[in-house]
C-alpha cells in the first residue's frame, strides 16, 4: 500500500456494543430488579461488571478507544432525558424520580398503574425502540452528567483509552414530541439554545473526568432536513466547537448518506467525523472528496456494516479506506453504527454447519475485522495476506452455494404477475359478503393474536429441547394451552378470536424455522427494547415454504368454539424486517420469494375453514428509507409483496393486518395500498393519533386503533378504554371501528391480560350501548 505511512496512526474502535452480556445477564438482573428478587446495589453490581468485561474483551481483541456511556438498563434514548434533565412532570409528581432515580427511570419507560409511560417507537429504521423525550415551551433543562462521568471513570481506571458517547443535542430534539397538552405544532428544536448550555456543562464535567474526546451522535442528520434544520445543526455545533472548556468532539452520522449536512458538519469547528461507507451510505465517499475532504480533522470511517451478520468484504474495505486516506488528516476504522443491533458471538452457534458459520459476523467477528482493516491501513496488506484469503474463500463459498441458488424459486418469483397481486374484488364488495359471512356486531372486538408466554410453555419447550418430553407429550400441552385461551375468550366475550400462538417462540422465528433458505440461532439475542431481545432468523438463501405451517393448531382452535378464530402469520416485509437479510440481492427479490411461501399457507388456511386471516406488517413503516427519494421505490415492492400474500383468497374472507411501534402518517397512503380488509394500529399512548390520521387521508377500509398499551404493566380501566374509543369514533365511523390492544400479549401476564381484555370488552359494550340510544 502506497501512502502506509500517512495512514500509521490509524486505529480501531467502535460506537457501542452490545449490552445484555453472554447469556442475557443484564436483561435477568433488571427484570429481577421489577419483581423484587434483585436489590438496586446488585442490579448496579451486574452492570458494572457487563460493561468491564465489555470494554476489556474490546481492547483485547485489539480496540483502541472503547466507547463509554452506551451502555443502558433500559435505553439510551431515556439516558439523554435524564442527562438532560427533561422529565416529565407527571413523573417527577407521580413517582418522585429526584427521591428515586432509578424506580423513576423505570417508570418513564415502563409507566406505573396511575402514571403513564413515555411513548416509545423505533430508531431510525431499526428494529431498536427508543423512548420518545416530550418537551415543551417551559421545559427547564438541567445537567446531570452523573452516568457518564462514572462510566467514563470506570473504563479509565482499567487502564483503557475510552471515548464517551451521548446522543447529539439536534437528534435528541428532533426525536422528542411535544408533551400532553402541548399544542401539535410546537417544534421541539426550538429549544436549542436551551439545551447547548447544559451539553456544554456535560462536556465540561467529562473532560474534568479524562475524556480527550467526545463522540456526538447524530444520526437524524442523515435523514431529510430543512434549511431551518440544518441551520440549527451548524448553530449547534459553531457554539460548541467554540467552547473552551470541552473535550475533542467526533460527530458522528449512519445508517445512511449525509446528503446537505455533509457541508455543515465539515466546515464545523469539530475535531472529527465518523460516517457510514456501507452500501446503504456509498454516496457518502463522492460526497466527502465534493466537499473537500477534511483537512485538519480526524475521520472515522464506517465501512464494516454494523447492522447486519454477514461478513465483511476486506478486501472492498481497504480499498474504500485507501481512498479515504487521501481526504482527512486521520483515518481510523469501524463498524458503521454501534454494534448494539446485531448478536454478540457467532461461535456460540455450535449447531450452524461450520461453511455457514463462516459466513457470519456477529459483534466480536465484526470487531475483529475492524481491527483486521486498521491493521492492514496502518502496516500494509501484506501483514494480513492470510486473512484476506480466507475471506475470499468465504466470500466465493457463499456465492456458488446451492442455499443461495435455487431455480425453482426463482422461476416462481419472476413469473409473478401484476394480476397476482390484486383481491378479484374491491373492497366495497368484499366488505358486503365479509358481513353477511362473519355476522360480526357493531365495534367488534379481538385480540392481535399472542397470548401471554407462561412459565409453563418455557418449560415445556425446554424439556422438548432436552428430551425430557416426547413430541406428544408437547403437543398436549399446546391443545391445553389452546383450549384454555379459547375459553377465556369466549367467557370474556371477545367477537373474532385467536387460538394464542402458544407454539411460537417468536413471530418472526416460528416461520423462518419452518422455511428452506432461513437459518435459526440460539443464541443470536439482539434487545428490541428494554428487556425485551429477540433472536432474528437470518434469511441465507433462496425461501420456499416445505408444508403447511399453522393451519394445524388454527383449526383445532376452530374445533373448539363457534366464533371465528383468525389465522395468525407474519408478513414478508416483517419477515425480512425482523431478520438478518442476505445482502447479496435486492430486497423486492427477496420479498417476493417470501410472499409467495406465505401465499401458500393463507390459501391452505382459507382452504381448512379459517374466515379470517391475519398477515402482520408492524415493520412496514420502519423500514422506510430515511430519505425520501427512496420511498417509492420501497413502498412499491413492499406492498406487492403484502397483497401477492394475501390476494388469493375469495372476496368472503376477511384479510386483516397490523402494525405497531412507529409514527404512520408518512405511510397512510402505503396502508391504503396494502388492500387490507382490516388494519390494527398502536395507538393507545399517543391518544388515537393514528385514527386522526387515517380520517385525514381518507382511508375507507375498517380499522382497529388500539386502546390497551400493552407495553406497560398497568391496568387501563374499563372507563379509560372507552374514552379512547369514543375518541376514535371521531375519526372513524363505528361501522368501520373495531376495538383491540396495541400489540399482542406474549410479554404480558395472564392477572393483568385477563383484566384489560375483561375492561375492553366492556368499554366496547358501553360504547355499543351509547350508540344504540343516540
Known amino acids: ?424 374484488q374491491p373492497y366495497a364488495a368484499r366488505a358486503t359478503a365479509q358481513r353477511a359471512h362473519l355476522g360480526l356486531p357493531l365495534l367488534p372486538t379481538t385480540t392481535i393474536g399472542s397470548f401471554p408466554q407462561t412459565g409453563e410453555l418455557r418449560v415445556a419447550r425446554a424439556d422438548l429441547r432436552a428430551g425430557r418430553i416426547d413430541t406428544a407429550g408437547y403437543e398436549e400441552r399446546i391443545k391445553a394451552e389452546i383450549q384454555d385461551v379459547v375459553t377465556f375468550q369466549e367467557k370474556a366475550g371477545l367477537d373474532v378470536l385467536v387460538h394464542g400462538e402458544p407454539e411460537r417462540n417468536d413471530m418472526v422465528q416460528y416461520f423462518a424455522e419452518q422455511l428452506t433458505g432461513y437459518l435459526a440461532t440460539q443464541h443470536g439475542w439482539v434487545q428490541s427494547y428494554g428487556t425485551r431481545y429477540v433472536r432474528p432468523p437470518i434469511l441465507a438463501g433462496d425461501i420456499s415454504r416445505p408444508g403447511p405451517m399453522t393451519v394445524r393448531w388454527t383449526t383445532y382452535a376452530q374445533s373448539l368454539t363457534d366464533r371465528p378464530v383468525k389465522g395468525m402469520l407474519t408478513g414478508p416485509v416483517t419477515m425480512l424486517a425482523w431478520s438478518f437479510v442476505r445482502d447479496d440481492q435486492p430486497l423486492a427479490k427477496t420479498a417476493r420469494q417470501v410472499a409467495l411461501a406465505l401465499r401458500d399457507e393463507v390459501n391452505d388456511l382459507e382452504t381448512a375453514g379459517t374466515s379470517v386471516i391475519q398477515v402482520d406488517e408492524p415493520a412496514l413503516r420502519e423500514t422506510l428509507p430515511l430519505r425520501a427519494a427512496d420511498h417509492a421505490g420501497y413502498l412499491a415492492w413492499a406492498t406487492e409483496a403484502f397483497r401477492l400474500s394475501t390476494s388469493g383468497v375469495r372476496p368472503d374472507t376477511q384479510i386483516h393486518t397490523h402494525m405497531c411501534y412507529a409514527e404512520f402518517g408518512d405511510i397512510i397512503q402505503a396502508i391504503d395500498d396494502l388492500d387490507a380488509d382490516v388494519i390494527s394500529l398502536e395507538a393507545a399512548r399517543s391518544r388515537m393519533q393514528v385514527a386522526r390520521e387515517l380520517a385525514a387521508h381518507g382511508y375507507p377500509r375498517e380499522a382497529g386503533p388500539g386502546v390497551y398499551d400493552i407495553h406497560s404493566p398497568r391496568v387501563p380501566s374499563a372507563q379509560e378504554a372507552a374514552e379512547l374509543l369514543r375518541t376514535g369514533l371521531k375519526a372513524i365511523p363505528a361501522e368501520r371501528l373495531w376495538v383491540n390492544p396495541d400489540c399482542g400479549l406474549k410479554t404480558r401476564g395472564w392477572p393483568e391480560t385477563r383484566a384489560c381484555l375483561e375492561n375492553l370488552v366492556t368499554a366496547a359494550r358501553t360504547v355499543r350501548a351509547e350508540l344504540s340510544t343516540s
Not at 423505570?106 to 420518545?132: C, I, S
Not at 405544532?185 to 456535560?202: C, G, I, K, M, N
Not at 449525509?258 to 454516496?283: I, N, R, S, Y
Not at 466470500?395 to 409473478?416: F, G, H, K, M, Y
Open 1 to 424: 500500500m502506497t501512502t502506509k505511512t500517512a495512514a500509521a496512526a490509524a486505529r480501531a474502535t467502535v460506537y457501542g456494543h452490545p449490552r445484555q452480556g453472554a447469556n442475557r445477564e443484564l436483561k435477568k438482573a433488571v427484570e429481577g430488579y421489577w419483581k423484587g428478587r434483585v436489590t438496586a446495589g446488585t442490579l448496579r453490581a451486574t452492570a458494572a461488571d457487563l460493561r468491564a468485561a465489555n470494554w476489556r474483551r474490546l481492547a483485547e481483541a485489539g480496540i483502541h478507544e472503547v466507547p463509554t456511556g452506551d451502555f443502558s438498563y433500559y435505553d439510551h434514548v431515556l439516558d439523554t432525558t435524564v442527562m438532560v434533565g427533561a422529565i416529565p412532570a407527571r413523573h417527577r409528581v407521580a413517582v418522585a424520580v429526584d427521591a428515586d432515580a432509578l424506580d423513576g427511570y423505570f417508570a418513564m419507560a415502563r409507566g406505573t398503574q396511575d402514571t403513564a409511560p413515555l411513548e416509545m417507537t423505533k430508531w431510525f429504521d431499526t428494529n431498536y425502540h427508543y423512548l420518545v423525550p416530550e418537551l415543551s415551551p417551559d421545559t427547564a433543562f438541567t445537567a446531570n452528567s452523573a452516568k457518564q462521568v462514572a462510566e467514563l471513570k470506570e473504563a479509565l481506571a482499567l487502564g483503557l483509552s475510552a471515548r464517551p458517547v451521548l446522543v447529539g443535542p439536534v437528534t435528541y430534539l428532533l426525536l422528542a414530541k411535544a408533551a400532553p397538552g402541548v399544542p401539535a405544532d410546537f417544534e421541539p428544536l426550538t429549544l436549542l439554545d436551551r439545551l447547548l448550555p447544559v451539553y456544554a456543562e456535560v462536556l465540561a464535567d467529562l473532560r474534568a473526568a479524562g475524556a480527550e474526546w467526545v463522540q456526538l451522535d447524530e444520526p437524524a442528520l442523515v435523514q431529510d432536513r430543512t434549511p431551518a434544520e440544518l441551520n440549527a445543526a451548524t448553530r449547534a455545533y459553531r457554539d460548541l466547537g467554540a467552547l473552551t472548556n470541552r473535550p475533542k468532539l467526533l460527530v458522528a452520522s449512519y445508517f445512511d448518506r449525509l446528503g446537505d449536512a455533509l457541508p455543515v458538519l465539515a466546515k464545523a469547528p469539530v475535531e472529527g467525523l465518523a460516517m457510514d461507507f456501507t452500501e446503504a451510505a456509498a454516496a457518502n465517499l463522492d460526497a466527502l472528496a465534493a466537499v473537500g475532504g477534511l483537512p485538519g480533522k480526524r475521520l472515522v470511517a464506517g465501512v464494516v456494516n454494523g447492522r447486519n451478520i454477514w461478513i465483511n468484504d476486506l478486501s472492498k474495505s481497504l480499498s474504500t479506506l485507501g481512498t479515504l486516506l487521501g481526504l482527512a488528516d486521520r483515518v481510523d476504522v469501524a463498524a458503521s453504527c454501534s454494534l448494539l443491533h446485531v448478536p454478540l458471538d457467532a461461535k456460540a452457534e455450535r449447531d450452524t454447519e461450520p461453511q455457514i458459520l463462516r459466513w457470519l459476523a456477529f459483534a466480536r467477528q465484526k470487531t475483529a475485522e475492524i481491527v483486521t482493516l486498521a491493521k492492514g491501513l496502518s502496516q500494509g496488506t501484506d501483514t494480513i495476506s492470510a486473512e484476506l484469503a480466507a475471506n475470499r474463500a468465504d466470500l466465493a463459498s457463499r456465492a456458488s452455494s446451492p442455499i443461495t441458488n435455487d431455480s425453482t424459486v426463482r422461476a416462481r418469483a419472476e413469473a409473478v404477475t401484476d394480476t397476482d397481486a390484486r383481491r378479484s
